[in-house]
């Protein structure tokens, strides 16, 4: 902001706190609150990452013309600048106790909760997610009323409010620039390289030029041969695999049915690449008689079981996972699939060479976008990190490597994928979240949670309301018993006089206690100097 002296002349322009101390002072807006709607945004502290908000500031211009007030965590990592919000009046303050709903991203550290207030952010608990049952624990016990985005959704049970596209757009962007490393630890070069990863362009506009100029390379036929042709299988077609398949088009393909994925797999062509959508009724039938009828499904899910993992995985180059998974629901792949998946594919008719291998096996990549461990896919058991983006799944070993060499499947899966994209994922969110915060900051969280609160805030926020009044809410009383249910059972007796200590939770400690633990007279007690670590192999 440049100033200018009462003869016009430049004087010295303000730093950014000057500029949004100014912008205050000469606010009228902030006076005594009387009546007026207090809302917050806070400040985002669960990852070095997460540049995201909620809102962004022209969503925040237009609470505030409509007699919001809107209060403002500082933040240097949030991608919108704090003057940003303050140039559309809102006010920036350490201190945010005075807004009676305080809206986030992520988890909220459970010392930054306060007491009575409505919270509204992805909280990770509605499958009784055992990281966060402390958090959950801490928002009953401060009567905090949780409202979950995850569980904003209209009369239909579709989702109203998420990330879900930029999710998959920053996922596929990931993943190719994975699929160039893992091929050329495979000894390929291929266009792949020149696709970094998405958090390198300043949008998804540049990432996309530079997909198109490596999709240039593949269509001059630039690709190896002895790689033989690549099949991307999406599954599900929501949000987060239409982003995906967004950026997917920006290289040259061809779609084509489920039916047709074995044939192209085997003799497609290396100038382009081959999308294949894998829906419900393609990957799930009946246990018995066969069939699908998607109201049966949604209703009684295990009445089915699935069948990807040998009529759609074993011709998959790349798999592009985005689909929501429930306990109740039949796993894309388990375990044991992997084995079978990661095994060298028949093709003799591709020329080879010692400079031009084969690959090890025709599933190269996987991105597991729903980041769920232990969920859709079951040996995608820890998340990435943008620190870490890959892991590599030895099948053998049942274990991830860090590293793009050696035999196994390249796994992505970063749990906060649309960060990379802090800004236009921000745009995005804030676009279908703003028509509810009305709604939402109507919520008092000190009043009971009755018909008249219900209607107040309106059928799709009460229906993702967690916690409220110090109790989980009755849609979602059903965690208490999940959490139960998937609570860890320690074996072993010890009240007996037969007990053993193991020191330390290193691989020599797991086939000692899995040994140990035989006989069930025996209580055996883990010593380690991480309690994770030792809780992992007593609960093993």
Request: glycine share 8%; with cysteine; aromatic share 8%.
């Amino acid at each position: 902001m440049m100033r200018l002296g009462r003869r016009g002349l430049a004087l010295r322009p303000l730093n950014e706190l000057q500029m949004v101390k100014k912008l205050q002072e000469s606010s009228i807006r902030f006076g005594s609150s009387g009546g007026q709607k207090v809302m917050a945004i806070r400040r985002e502290t669960q990852s070095v990452w997460e540049r995201r908000a909620p809102l962004g500031p022209q969503h925040v211009r237009k609470l505030v013309k409509s007699g919001v007030k809107v209060l403002v965590q500082p933040s240097n990592r949030r991608a919108y600048p704090m003057a940003a919000y303050a140039n559309v009046g809102a006010r920036i303050q350490e201190d945010i106790s005075e807004a009676s709903c305080i809206f986030g991203v992520k988890q909220v550290p459970i010392d930054c909760l306060i007491s009575n207030k409505t919270f509204c952010f992805f909280s990770h608990t509605i499958k009784a997610q055992a990281d966060n049952m402390d958090l959950m624990d801490a928002m009953l016990e401060k009567n905090v009323r949780c409202v979950d985005y995850e569980k904003m959704e209209d009369a239909s049970g579709k989702r109203v409010v998420a990330f879900g596209k930029y999710a998959g757009i920053a996922g596929m962007i990931d993943v190719l620039h994975g699929l160039g490393l893992r091929l050329l630890a495979l000894g390929h070069h291929t266009p792949f390289m020149h696709i970094g990863l998405a958090h390198n362009y300043r949008n998804s506009h540049h990432a996309r030029q530079g997909i198109r100029d490596a999709g240039y390379e593949i269509s001059l036929d630039m690709m190896p041969k002895s790689i033989g042709p690549l099949t991307f299988v999406f599954t599900g077609s929501g949000n987060v695999s239409q982003g995906a398949q967004e950026i997917f088009q920006e290289l040259p393909h061809e779609y084509v049915p489920p039916a047709m994925l074995q044939k192209v797999a085997l003799h497609g062509d290396t100038n382009k690449l081959y999308a294949c959508e894998i829906s419900r009724k393609d990957q799930f039938e009946r246990k018995i008689g066969g069939g699908y009828n998607e109201a049966e499904f949604e209703e009684f899910p295990e009445r089915y079981i699935s069948t990807f993992a040998h009529k759609y995985a074993p011709y998959s180059s790349v798999i592009v996972n985005g689909i929501y998974w429930s306990p109740q629901t039949p796993r894309l792949l388990n375990i044991p699939d992997a084995k079978t998946l990661i095994s060298p594919a028949n093709t003799p008719w591709i020329p080879t060479s010692p400079g031009s291998p084969n690959l090890p096996s025709r599933l190269i990549a996987l991105c597991d976008i729903s980041a769920d461990p232990g969920g859709s896919i079951q040996f995608m058991n820890e998340c990435t990190s943008i620190d870490e983006p890959f892991a590599l799944y030895d099948a053998e070993q049942n274990k991830d490597k860090k590293t793009f060499s050696g035999p196994g499947v390249l796994i992505c899966s970063i749990d906060n994928m649309p960060t990379q994209l802090p800004r236009e994922a921000t745009d995005f969110f804030g676009d279908l979240l703003y028509p509810h915060v009305h709604d939402i900051i109507r919520s008092k969280a000190e009043k009971p949670f009755d018909e008249k609160e219900i209607e107040k805030v309106g059928p799709i926020v009460a229906g993702a309301v967690i916690t409220t009044n110090g109790k989980l809410a009755p849609n979602f009383e059903y965690i208490a018993d999940l959490r139960e249910k998937n609570q860890p059972k320690i074996n072993g007796d010890f009240s007996s006089e037969k007990k053993a200590l193991v020191l330390g939770a290193g691989y020599v400690s797991a086939p000692v206690i899995e040994y140990l633990t035989r006989d069930s007279s025996l209580g055996v007690t883990v010593a380690a100097a991480l309690k994770s670590e030792a809780d992992k192999l007593a609960f093993a």
